[in-house]
Structure formats: structure tokens, C-alpha cells
């Protein structure tokens, strides 16, 4: 099993990521050649290309396996699990999903795992408060171009990663995402947990965050931060300018 898989735009290594496959997350193969799988990924559409080498195909009785368990997404930024018949272990990132947790201990298929660690219980909390609670146990992730996990994350993966341990699905690009959700006409009219996205010159949506109140921000540019906000767009702390323009607010829960 693999901590993450990379999907590329084209069937090549040196072709860009533009997302990634988590642990435990299921796909579709829709297309293939000699050395690479073009998949469509169960969890929110996204389509792409990976290597063949690192594709796990299973059968009819392992997807019936898996619909009958339980599932639940890791919401630790990293996860550490061991097998429990060796000495092996690897690292589990927040978002990726675990099948038939039972106490400290899940399987996959034949295989069974420990976590050094149980999952934070978010069972009690608001979804608002597991929503900002969350993105700040992500706090100085890098920003990584397609990636969803806390070895890199871009800015809509952030988000998107954020709202799935939260039990909610957001498209994975940062313009799906502007088209869900009811529109918030003013900061002055949000709650904790909005989405603000932000647009270039051209009135493209090109970048996105989750609000933590009307005055701050949280999002992955650079690094995961918390930034100031107003009416206009995020703004820059040297010299009092804006980043990026605010073109939309939208609420998701």
C-alpha cells in the first residue's frame, strides 16, 4: 500500500501532478496503455493518469468487501501504522481512509494494522469547529501543485481535504468548487468555515481559503497560513496591498 499516488495531466513521469490518490481512496480505470492506467477517482471525479506499476487492482469481492465495513478519514495531519505481522510501517495522512477501525487497529483486505496513535474523536464537536480546528492542524504545509496531503497541499486540496474530514465533498479544483455552496454577499454576513475565492485579472478564480472569522483567513499559498482579509482580498502584511482579490464567498454547511 502507498501513502499517496500521484495522478498526472499527461501518461508521463515528467508530465505535471494535478492531484493525488490517498490512502484507502478507490478509483475507476477508464482507459489504459503499456505503462499507465488513465483512472477516474471514486471519492470526487477527478480523472488523470497513473503509473500502472503502483495501480492495486482488486476483484468484485473486495469491493464488496470494502462497501460492507466501516470507513472513517484520518483526521491527524500523519498517522503512523505498523503491520501487525511485522516490524513494517508507513505514514497515513490526514484525509485518507481507514476500513474496519476497530480501536487502534484497521484492515485492508488480508492485511491488518496498528495505529501508534488513535484518531482524534470529533464526534462531539460542531462541524464548524472540526472544519477550523482542522485546517489549523495544517498550519505550515507546504504548497504543493496537486497536492491533497500534509507532504504538500495547493490551495483548493487544502481545502477540499479540510471538508472531507469533516464529512463533506467539495469538487477538487478551485473553480468546481466556486460553483457549489450559496453565496455570502459580504464578509460582514459570515460565519467561521466559509469559503472566500479569489480571482486574477482576468476574472478567473484562482485561489481560495477557509474563513476562521471576518478578518482572517486560512489558506495554503506558500505555506499554510492565516492571513488578514477585508472587502477586497487577502492582504499583504508588508506593505498594506492585496494578494489576491476577493471575487466570492460561498457556504458549504
Not at 39 to 61: A, C, M, R, T, V
Not at 92 to 102: E, H, K, T, V
Not at 188 to 217: M, R
Not at 222 to 227: A, L
Request: with cysteine.
Amino acid at each position: 500500500m502507498y501513502t499517496y499516488i500521484p495522478i498526472r495531466r499527461e501518461p508521463s513521469e515528467s508530465s505535471e501532478m494535478v492531484s493525488q490518490i490517498l490512502f484507502g481512496e478507490t478509483y475507476n480505470i477508464i482507459d489504459q496503455n503499456k505503462k499507465w492506467h488513465y483512472i477516474e477517482l471514486d471519492f470526487d471525479g477527478y480523472k488523470g493518469w497513473i503509473d500502472n506499476k503502483i495501480s492495486y487492482l482488486i476483484d468484485d469481492q473486495k469491493i464488496s468487501w470494502l462497501k460492507s465495513v466501516n470507513s472513517v478519514v484520518a483526521n491527524s495531519p500523519i498517522c503512523i501504522a505498523q503491520q501487525q505481522n511485522n516490524n513494517d510501517f508507513f505514514y497515513i495522512l490526514a484525509g485518507s481512509n481507514f476500513y474496519d477501525l476497530q480501536g487502534n487497529s484497521f484492515s485492508l483486505f488480508e492485511t491488518s494494522y496498528h495505529l501508534k496513535e488513535p484518531l482524534k474523536d470529533n464526534k462531539q464537536q460542531e462541524i464548524l469547529n472540526v472544519i477550523k480546528n482542522t485546517a489549523k492542524q495544517l498550519l505550515n504545509t507546504p504548497y504543493l501543485w496537486g497536492g491533497r496531503s500534509t507532504f504538500g497541499i495547493d490551495c483548493s486540496g487544502f481545502v477540499q481535504t479540510v471538508f472531507k474530514i469533516a464529512g463533506k465533498t467539495l469538487p477538487r479544483d478551485t473553480y468546481q468548487q466556486a460553483t457549489v455552496g450559496s453565496t455570502i454577499n459580504s464578509l460582514a454576513d459570515t460565519l467561521p468555515a466559509d469559503i472566500a475565492f479569489f480571482e486574477n485579472e482576468q476574472g478567473k478564480i484562482v485561489h481560495t481559503g477557509i474563513l476562521l472569522s471576518n478578518k482572517e483567513i486560512i489558506h495554503s499559498s506558500g505555506i499554510v497560513h492565516i492571513s488578514s482579509i477585508d472587502e477586497q482580498g487577502i492582504i499583504n502584511p508588508e506593505n498594506k496591498g492585496f494578494t489576491h482579490k476577493l471575487a466570492v464567498i460561498k457556504r458549504m454547511v
